[in-house]
């Protein structure tokens, strides 16, 4: 069911909250030890939740919008109470005092908190295998990996483990994973949702999201989470539109850019790029019109990010001194030894390596000729984008060059894992909303994904193109067969 299904069905009496929560406990149980998509089960407090629910509507009470929602949370994000710990073994038993603000917001409108999901350390990753506490696998194939760092909250949707889920995206950590589990995963606008209360990784590229089974849902979690927030600085201050009454309108007229950058990619799969053309060709036979742009610095994303992305981490996670709160090593005689070992021993190989890189790129002597450098790069990429949407109303790309790699393939080449976000990164950049949705499946039977990207703030357009699409191609009816995957 679409979350407006659940709400019709619900208001009639025709489900109950519990119902669904105990559904989705009794799934967990069966499947989750296999795909390994949640750190943290909140079980009773779901139940207890969901009664008051149901406790309302027979009492005639007016619902929220989200009322009796199954969520999961990425677990950067902060929730009162309940354990956040970044898949690390530096916030193990970090329990947090306040609740993020978008949890808050997802509280206040009815949904249910069925547990945190799993993620790349400190959401550093592309497939969820640098969590400390073990890795996250694929539902489609369990020998593969399903993106990252999101990849918990991608998974725990995919196999009907809970309705909807949030994560975060810093150069593609929700729509990789969207791409690769065939769920719907999108990165809204830098500041159009709140950051207050997720655990900073790089503070000018980091943004929540939503994923769902379908566009609408998304839409409907947006609508709730977005919005002006006092505690963030970094939020705008701007009106919310109604992400749901276009949803249904027509594309026709619409102009669609391809960028030619994307699909002349080396690495660009064979399979994916034939599936992502063939979306295209779907948008074009709605209406829309499909022109080709060019973005010449899209391909120089990957390594501005890698410059950007270590250094605000650097800073960010200067915090975890083994002094103030987080993981504090015994083994020392001094403050110096006990920073030393303290981090040595709770953050991960991944963690390290990206704060080291961070590091060296802010050090003196060097500032200017990589991070400065990078900084005046992100302008020209932002620049591109600017100068495509004079011609075209939105962009069209792969989500990812390949579909959902085997576990284990880059343990021992980060700079290939690297590249599986070599398409999404540059959204981030600029800070542009794009979403991820499926488009097909290859030869194995793994999803493909279509990213569409829309200008600033116009996520609204961008749900609309996306939708248009889905109820066009309904490429969910064409999925193998998978138990592990809800039909």
């Not at 009470?61 to 309940?82: H, M, R, Y």
């Not at 209360?197 to 089974?213: E, R, T, V, Y």
């Amino acid at each position: 069911m679409t979350i407006s299904e659940w709400r019709r069905k619900l208001i009639k009496g025709e489900v109950s909250s519990l119902e669904l929560v105990d559904e989705h406990i009794s799934r967990i149980q069966k499947i989750d030890d296999s795909v390994h998509s949640y750190l943290y089960l909140n079980n009773e407090e779901a139940r207890a939740k969901a009664i008051k629910i149901d406790e309302a509507i027979a009492a005639g009470e007016e619902l929220p919008p989200l009322a009796g929602v199954t969520f999961s949370i990425k677990d950067n994000l902060c929730t009162k109470g309940i354990p956040t710990t970044c898949s690390s073994r530096m916030l193990e038993n970090f329990v947090p005092p306040y609740e993020s603000t978008v949890t808050e917001r997802l509280w206040r409108a009815g949904g249910v908190l069925i547990g945190k999901t799993n993620l790349d350390e400190f959401a550093m990753g592309s497939s969820t295998e640098t969590s400390a506490f073990g890795a996250t696998a694929n539902p489609w194939d369990l020998s593969r990996v399903p993106g990252g760092s999101s990849g918990g909250s991608a998974a725990a949707v995919a196999s009907g483990l809970c309705m909807a889920s949030l994560g975060s995206d810093t150069g593609g950590s929700i729509r990789q994973p969207a791409s690769f589990c065939g769920v719907v995963g999108l990165k809204p606008t830098y500041g159009r949702v709140s950051r207050w209360g997720l655990i900073a990784f790089a503070s000018s590229l980091d943004q929540i999201g939503p994923f769902a089974n379908n566009v609408e849902d998304v839409a409907e979690v947006l609508q709730v989470i977005s919005g002006h927030d006092s505690r963030d600085s970094t939020c705008l201050n701007e009106a919310v539109p109604n992400f749901l009454k276009n949803l249904t309108t027509s594309i026709s007229g619409l102009r669609v850019g391809l960028i030619k950058e994307c699909f002349d990619q080396n690495g660009l799969d064979s399979e994916v790029k034939e599936s992502t053309l063939k979306a295209a060709d779907a948008l074009q036979s709605l209406g829309a019109e499909l022109v080709e742009v060019s973005c010449p610095r899209f391909v120089d994303g990957i390594s501005t990010y890698y410059l950007i992305a270590p250094s605000e981490a650097s800073a960010n996670l200067a915090r975890y001194d083994g002094v103030k709160y987080g993981y504090r090593s015994d083994n020392a005689d001094n403050l110096f030894d006990m920073t030393t070992f303290s981090r040595a021993d709770g953050f991960g190989s991944e963690v390290q390596r990206r704060i080291l890189i961070g590091t060296y790129a802010l050090s003196a002597g060097y500032g200017d000729a990589y991070y400065k450098k990078a900084q005046q790069v992100r302008t020209l990429i932002r620049q591109d984008f600017q100068n495509a949407f004079k011609s075209v109303d939105i962009l069209l790309t792969p989500t990812s060059p390949t579909t959902a790699f085997k576990t284990g393939a880059h343990k021992d080449d980060p700079l290939q894992m690297y590249l599986s976000d070599l398409l999404t990164i540059p959204a981030n950049l600029a800070g542009l909303p794009s979403i991820s949705l499926p488009c097909g499946f290859d030869k194995s039977g793994l999803p493909i994904g279509l990213q569409l990207i829309a200008n600033v703030l116009d996520e609204a357009r961008l749900l609309q193109v996306a939708h248009q699409y889905e109820e066009y191609a309904e490429v969910m009816k064409s999925a193998p067969k998978n138990d592990l995957i809800p039909s």
